[in-house]
């Protein structure tokens, strides 16, 4: 069954974990492509990290099957798995110089010291941390620290590279270039990946799929374009971009398209498996144009509550007949204030139907 | 793995085939017997030689649990067979090695069911030695590696090995000697089961009389312990809330001075706080004589009795309250008490309402903690009892004194050990649920507010002169050994230290000739040999408890901290009565004092190290397992390096302990291993003070020298570690910085 075109996959079978009365994971299945980076992404608390722990083996499966590489690993301890994880604290040996803790690995399985720290000087010039190896990871920065813990998994030369929440302890900043560069060496090394993150767009930045979890359950799985384009249910329409939630009606479906009734105005939108009546219309906060109100124009009326400004965009919270709507403005040049009574407009982008749910 | 498999199955062999198999009188490290006849000789025979050499024929079954292994070596791992044969050999190796050392004895079959059958002369066997000790540990593991291989906590030989051990050891060295102290209490004189006999001597008019109410008879031992019990922990909670109040809420100059004072119960052996008071008020006593000179009072005997007593636990155990309640003090968060007083509360109505509440289950935990110390205490009703019996003393008396009734004693014992296991209970239950400490870990900003001054006041009024009077019996103990004779001869004198501690260089070389020496050396070799041994046990135990999860794994904890709530005097009792006689004849040799050491000081051991272990990120541990090293080594590489403070505060614990404790081991010294402190009570019981005295000091200073240079050590390890941290910055500093960040 093992075959070479699997080296590098994951797959879960039905997996179930329990602990005690909590289910953190409830009947997930799923695979991973080789060479794949693929991120887990939801709320708190929705086994995300359960998730990555029981593929490194640090738990196991209260049902279920867990595959690597196509080998069942379900029992086998996280020692005996060739997978390696960068933790979230780095969890870098304190009293271990950088290139012992790189080369801790290699050393405990088998490969002599020499040979096991030129191996690790090298991984270190690969994450840009040459001639830092005798210091101890106490003087290195937060950045720094996590890429000894990237050199420190990678040297390994795993089949996954299992990475939970790696840039949470970077500053805003930093954590843009750093998920750049893990981003390159997984490509460049044709690694397998899994990460985890709480960041939907950290997720869109560096994934080639994504995972979103709710609940225990995977609520979706796709690219980044599919998540954004074509979220399955409300919950994916929000947590993937924003969205305002509103109920409309759809009046009439032709070929792939339907026309939907939004409060009195009309769109023509992608049908996908919508059919007639009342259906859930997600519409992103740039898909909402405002124009001040004067005279008959066409549009919703509506009533700014809020408007916030922001420098590069506006923020309003527009009160209508739909409910409250979050709008965001890029293109503003006064921009409205807040009391105004506005005409409100919808773009052709920006709005999806979704199941309610 | 299976290289360990190979090891321990070569342990099994040498314990079976070459190394003497039962019990050897001048031990195995003396090694005359190697030229003594071995292998031959019938005391020094392996065990297959005995089987035909003297016909002991019970031995042979054992070969087969060496013999089954070698089949699971041509398994793999995987195979359900390699598990079965390793389970197979072990238990029915460990469990026949039991059996046939209880079955037979130095005088036959013990059980009188089969005595008739095979009465035959020959037919004995003395206590197991190491042989019979390499065998079992090897059965031990081979079994805990079948189990392992089955997957017993997931697979992993070195933790499932580990909690086999610890259970093995804890289940011989605690529970089966307990175990005989209950058997023991319900056996009549002649060792027939009888439980007439028990509720004889347990409702005995002696252990629960309140004659003392009435007439002038002393009380049942039962009351005067409880009661000396209920008092001391009163009273020393009382001293040391005062002293941790001084030393947290005010501005106390001297609070560093004071916070040494919790290191002196540590150095301080049991019974040397009496005889310091027995110098300043016994008859002869330089206050008693002060007193009677000024006011022409009759020397009375008043300390000898429960106010000596009392008064010497009372200055043993409040520095150990003292400690615990610093840290309860500490744990109050000051945010409540400024929360209290921007209610307008003043400082006496937040400490009375808010301070004081929040502090109440770690007041009860040092009540309870003094209340087992005190129970437990042997050293100080010994030298300062006198009528005033308790139960700690009653059973040494009762099994060295002419009575010897040892039944009458395992009595006694269960209702000490009745009484300090409902203190140890009550302490695990009640602060389980309520303990509002806060031990987040996260810094609570906000100073903690000072006392009201009545309440400053009434602290420093009754902690201050304590503590002097604390200071004046430590200089006493420093002093006394210099002095000729107390109360008759003030003058000063070496003579007491010559007596124990002379050096003579003969033609012959160096030798000792003062009369300490012997005790002296032994007792630092033995405490030597049981510190690291104690530390091992703990930490590892703190290890298993921490970092692994498993069934029944609070019974497992309360396992081993069980043996923290049993007083010294029944660990004393219950070790003769279990291993005075085979399979474990342990009675007399050096080494039944090093495991007593390693079984008391344990829960101390393992206190730390789950203390230390608890603060080291779980996620150390979990990155190098995924980097594929085992547990075993992640132990080795990982956790034991990062634990070095604690496990230098558990040797240096264990050790000082070991030679400081005096309660069970005065049951277990022989004439070949007789430890300081048994040797110093004899030379009080004589009425030696001097060099008694003498010896107390030296003991003192030793101790206090090993504390300070294993400090000292451990600090210029640091210092040295930060001089090469910061070359290393240098050097690094200098080279040029290739950061993708300069991209
Ligand atoms: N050791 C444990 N014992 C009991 N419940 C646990 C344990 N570990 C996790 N859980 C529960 O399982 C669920 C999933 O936890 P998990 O750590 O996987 O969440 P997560 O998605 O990583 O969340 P976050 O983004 O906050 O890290 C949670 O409800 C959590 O409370
Ligand atoms: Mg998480």
């Not at chain 1, 001040?292 to 009326?301: F, K, L, M």
């Not at chain 2, 087969?64 to 050999?89: F, G, M, N, V």
């Not at chain 2, 100073?447 to 200071?471: D, R």
């Not at chain 2, 050396?521 to 703990?538: H, K, N």
Request: with cysteine; proline share 3%.
């Amino acid at each position: 069954m093992k075959s070479n075109h699997d080296k590098g996959s994951v797959v879960f079978d039905h997996v179930i974990k329990n602990y005690g009365d909590v289910t953190a994971i409830n009947d997930v299945s799923f695979r991973v492509e080789p060479g794949n980076l693929v991120t887990l992404l939801g709320p708190s608390g929705c086994g995300k990290t359960t998730t990555l722990r029981m593929i490194a083996g640090l738990e196991h499966a209260s049902a279920g099957r867990i595959l690597i590489s196509g080998k069942d690993v379900t029992q086998l301890p996280a020692t005996d798995r060739d997978v390696s994880m960068v933790f979230q604290s780095y969890a870098l040996f304190p009293h271990m110089s950088v290139v012992q803790n790189v080369a801790y690995g290699l050393v405990a399985s088998g490969v002599n010291k020499q040979e096991a720290h030129a191996k690790s000087e090298d991984a270190l010039a690969l994450v840009g941390l040459h001639g830092y190896g005798e210091r101890l990871p106490s003087e290195l920065s937060g950045g720094q620290q996590q890429r000894v813990a990237v050199a420190r998994a990678l040297v390994l030369e795993p089949e996954v590279l299992l990475l939970d929440e790696p840039l949470s302890n970077l500053d805003a900043k930093l954590r843009r270039q750093v998920r750049e560069e893990i981003r390159e060496l997984q490509q460049k090394l044709g690694l397998t990946a899994v990460y985890v993150t709480h960041d939907q767009e950290e997720a869109m930045a560096v994934s080639d799929r994504i995972i979103v979890m709710n609940k225990s359950i995977i609520a979706q799985e796709g690219s980044p374009k599919t998540l954004y384009e074509e979220p399955n249910s409300s919950f994916i329409a929000d947590f993937i971009g924003d969205a305002n939630l509103v109920d409309v009606e759809i009046l009439d479906r032709a070929n792939d398209r339907v026309n939907v009734d939004i409060a009195g105005l009309q769109k023509y939108l992608p049908a996908r498996e919508f059919s007639l009546g009342p259906a859930k219309l997600a519409i992103r906060p740039d898909a909402i144009q405002l124009t001040a109100s004067a005279g008959n124009q066409v549009g919703i009326t509506g009533n700014i509550r809020h408007a916030t400004y922001l420098g590069n965009q506006m923020q309003y919270d527009v009160e209508c007949e739909l409910g409250s709507l979050f709008v965001v403005d890029y293109q503003f040049k006064q921009g409205l204030i807040a009391g105004s009574d506005v005409q409100i407009n919808f773009a052709d982008r920006g709005l999806v139907l979704v199941k309610a749910n | 793995m299976k290289n360990s498999l190979v090891l321990w199955l070569l342990v099994g062999w040498v314990g079976y085939f070459i190394l003497p198999w039962y019990l050897l009188e001048d031990g195995l490290f003396a090694f005359d017997w190697l030229f003594d006849g071995y292998p031959f000789d019938e005391d020094y025979s392996p065990a297959f030689i005995q089987v035909f050499s003297t016909d002991k024929a019970w031995l042979l079954p054992l070969v087969i649990s060496l013999l089954l292994p070698l089949k699971a070596l041509t398994l793999k791992k995987s195979d359900r067979a390699y598990a079965s044969y390793l389970i197979c050999s072990g238990s029915l190796g460990l469990a026949y090695l039991v059996i046939q050392g209880f079955a037979i004895g130095v005088s036959g079959w013990q059980f009188s069911l089969f005595a008739n059958y095979f009465l035959d002369s020959e037919f004995n066997q003395y206590g197991m030695g190491y042989g019979a000790l390499l065998y079992g540990l090897s059965m031990l593991m081979l079994l805990t590696t079948g189990l392992a291989a089955r997957g017993v906590m997931k697979g992993d030989v070195f933790v499932t090995s580990s909690i086999g051990l610890i259970i093995a050891i804890v289940t011989v060295f605690v529970f089966y000697p307990v175990s005989q102290v209950l058997i023991s209490a319900f056996q009549d004189n002649q060792g027939a089961f009888s439980s007439a006999s028990f509720i004889d001597k347990f409702f005995d008019e002696k252990i629960w009389g309140l004659g003392c109410t009435t007439r002038s008879v002393s009380c049942g031992i039962a009351w005067n312990s409880l009661t000396l019990a209920l008092l001391t922990a009163t009273i020393t909670t009382g001293l040391g809330l005062a002293f941790a109040l001084i030393v947290t809420r005010t501005g106390f100059i001297w609070k560093k001075q004071l916070r040494l004072l919790t290191v002196l119960p540590i150095i301080t052996p049991p019974f040397v706080i009496g005889l310091a008071l027995i110098l300043l008020f016994g008859r002869s006593g330089v206050v008693t004589e002060f007193f009677a000179d000024l006011f022409g009072l009759e020397a009375s005997r008043w300390l000898y009795g429960l106010p000596g007593v009392l008064f010497a636990q009372v200055l043993s155990f409040t520095p150990i309250s003292f400690l615990v309640l610093i840290g309860v003090v500490e744990g109050v968060s000051p945010s409540m008490e400024e929360a209290s007083q921007t209610l307008r509360a003043d400082r006496w109505n937040t400490f009375k309402n808010v301070s004081l509440p929040l502090m109440r289950p770690g007041l009860a935990n040092a009540f309870l903690l003094s209340f087992i110390e005190s129970m437990a205490d042997f050293g100080n009703p010994m030298v300062l009892g006198g009528n005033f019996e308790v139960l700690s003393t009653e059973i040494f008396f009762a099994i060295v004194g002419a009575q010897n009734d040892q039944g009458y004693a395992a009595v006694l014992a269960i209702l000490l050990l009745a009484f300090t296991l409902s203190a140890f209970f009550a302490q695990r239950i009640w602060l389980g649920k309520k303990s509002y400490v806060t031990v987040s870990g996260k810094a609570d900003s906000g100073a903690h507010m000072g006392l009201n001054p009545m309440l400053k006041m009434s602290c420093y009024s009754i902690a201050l002169p304590w503590a002097l009077l604390t200071l004046v019996i430590y200089g006493m103990i420093m002093f006394g050994g210099f002095v000729k004779s107390w109360g008759y001869d003030h003058s000063f004198t070496m003579q007491h230290y010559e007596d124990a501690f002379a050096l003579n260089w003969t033609e012959l070389g160096l030798v000792w000739q003062g009369a300490a020496w012997d005790s002296f050396w032994t007792t630092l070799s033995i405490s030597a040999i049981a510190a690291p041994l104690t530390a091992a046990v703990g930490l590892l135990t703190a290890y298993l408890l921490v970092r692994q999860s498993f069934k029944w794994k609070s019974g497992f904890e309360f396992g081993t901290m069980l043996s923290f709530a049993i007083p010294g005097t029944v660990i004393g009792i219950s070790y003769i009565l279990a291993f005075n006689v085979p399979p474990l004849e342990l009675t007399g040799t050096g080494v039944i004092l090093i495991i007593c050491f390693v079984f008391r000081n344990m829960p101390v051991g393992v206190r730390g190290g789950i203390a230390a272990m608890s603060q080291l990120d779980k996620s150390l541990d979990e990155a190098s397992l995924t980097l594929g090293a085992n547990s075993f080594s992640t132990f080795r590489n990982v956790i034991l390096p990062l634990l070095r403070p604690a496990i230098i505060a558990a040797l240096t614990y264990s050790f000082v302990r070991a030679i400081t404790s005096v309660s069970a081991v005065i049951f277990l010294v022989s004439a070949d291993h007789n430890m300081a402190t048994s040797y110093i009570i004899g030379l009080v019981e004589n009425g030696e003070f001097g060099i008694a005295i003498a010896y107390c000091s030296v003991l003192i200073l030793v101790m206090l020298s090993v504390i300070l240079a294993i400090n000292l050590l451990v600090g210029e390890r640091k210092l040295r570690r930060s001089n090469r941290l910061s070359n290393a910055i240098k050097k690094n500093s200098n080279a040029p910085l290739k950061l993708k960040e300069a991209e």
